[in-house]
């Protein structure tokens, strides 16, 4: 209840403060594109501006200006000649306010193309009359699969990715081939096809290029050969990045709070942590408005404050994955951190635990690690946890703390920000090493 209760409050005093703010702006937008929009012009397209459209055939439709009498109708491939009206685009004067295209008599649809279309609004008896409509746009899918996850080209992939895509125009099944050698995916032939848009190419090596092509079978049974794309895999094994958390109310049924995963202190009263502290309790905070990120697009904001009754403040991970410590080779523990010149110096661990065993804490040698207001790399070779007797090939969770809760004593307060937990190769970091 505590935590809601503080969820519920910001949320209802961020409201108080912003939303008649938000609300004016809104409106005022609102207002400016009513005055800046000709009410003559054809609005509200169907299919909508930048739609994908799965079909090789169209109705256009649109709400007419209030003066039109007739609709002249241009559509085609290339923006500039709809704009201009190039006379290939032109399908011809109508009083109706839809249009159907792709049949004979009008232009053919392919896939994978992005088609322009406009609307000039007619009324001869009317002394302003035309009035030439903005140009909107739907896509056709392409033939051959689309959109790869991960992206062409991409870095620091998961060695343990799966493959995703999007299926081509009509594709019923997909066979994939996948190496790390370009030629042998590029003339590969004969694969076994699958209903499925996934694939498991199963463990990869670090840093490595991988390449991989989806052909698609149609109805009539003959494969499109797809495009060779390829990623590259991480150095590194990922504990947490913190790039998978939402901040939908926690009781919804889509909540992805990160409290909901890590575990911190807000119902232990020995525990002074608190994570998802900018969007719960420190709406106000100018820190938490300009919130640091290291890598990608989120980090954690981890609170604590060991002034009593709590002496110390810890937020666990308990880990599904990874928890072998030695897989790949890895032998280095990897986390980034970013505080502030105001919070408390306070001493800095990282802790992690085997089943029903108690954790084992390292900590930072700098006692005024809480103070350093830039992104920080901490590494710590996996070999010091391992000499205090964690078994590292079934690690079950990591904590990152703030205190010494080997000896508590009354403490201060603060704001840190974690990122980018990750787990490297020896040979890749060649300082394990606060």
Avoid at 306 to 321: D, F, M, V
Avoid at 380 to 395: A, H, K, P, R
Avoid at 410 to 416: D, T
């Amino acid at each position: 209840m505590y935590r809601k209760s503080i969820y519920l409050i910001s949320s209802v005093l961020v409201l108080a403060l912003s939303g008649p703010i938000s609300w004016g702006l809104e409106n005022h937008n609102a207002l400016q594109q009513e005055s800046i929009t000709d009410p003559n012009l054809a609005d509200a397209p169907s299919p909508p501006d930048g739609a994908k459209h799965e079909d090789l055939w169209v109705t256009l439709s649109w709400l007419p200006g209030c003066n039109a009498a007739s609709h002249n109708v241009y559509i085609g491939d290339n923006f500039n000649d709809v704009y201009n009206g190039a006379w290939d685009t032109f399908m011809g004067n109508q009083p109706d306010r839809l249009s159907v295209i792709g049949f004979p008599g009008t232009i053919s649809l392919y896939p994978g193309t992005t088609y322009y279309w406009r609307i000039d609004e007619v009324n001869d008896l009317h002394p302003d009359s035309l009035w030439k409509g903005n140009v909107w746009s739907f896509w056709i899918p392409p033939k051959t699969a689309y959109d790869p996850v991960p992206a062409d080209g991409a870095k620091f992939v998961d060695p343990d990715a799966e493959l995703s895509w999007t299926p081509g125009f009509g594709a019923k099944l997909h066979t994939v081939y996948f190496s790390d050698n370009f030629e042998d995916v590029n003339n590969a032939t004969g694969g076994a096809p699958q209903e499925t848009t996934t694939y498991s190419p199963g463990h990869l090596e670090f840093d490595k290029i991988y390449y991989w092509r989806v052909d698609v079978f149609y109805d009539w049974g003959a494969y499109y050969k797809g495009d060779v794309w390829s990623f590259t895999t991480a150095d590194f094994i990922v504990v947490d990045d913190f790039e998978s958390y939402g901040v939908l109310d926690p009781d919804g049924p889509n909540s992805n709070r990160i409290f909901l995963t890590w575990i911190d202190g807000y119902e232990d009263p020995t525990n002074g942590s608190l994570v998802d502290y900018c969007n719960l309790s420190c709406w106000w905070c100018k820190r938490c408005w300009s919130k640091p990120v290291h890598g990608g697009a989120q980090s954690m904001d981890l609170y604590y404050d060991n002034s009593g009754p709590a002496y110390y403040s810890e937020a666990t991970l308990p880990l599904e994955y990874p928890r072998d410590w030695t897989e790949k080779g890895v032998g280095v523990l990897s986390l980034w951190f970013y505080g502030d010149p105001n919070n408390a110096p306070e001493p800095m661990y990282v802790a992690i635990a085997n089943r029903n065993s108690p954790p084992v804490a390292i900590y930072h040698d700098n006692p005024d690690a809480t103070l350093i207001d830039e992104w920080t790399e901490w590494n710590i070779d996996l070999q010091e946890f391992s000499n205090q007797g964690v078994v590292l090939t079934n690690v079950d969770s990591i904590s990152i703390g703030f205190g010494d809760k080997n000896n508590p004593q009354r403490g201060g307060s603060g704001l840190m920000f974690i990122d980018d937990i990750l787990l490297y190769r020896p040979s890749t970091k060649p300082e394990a090493a606060p």
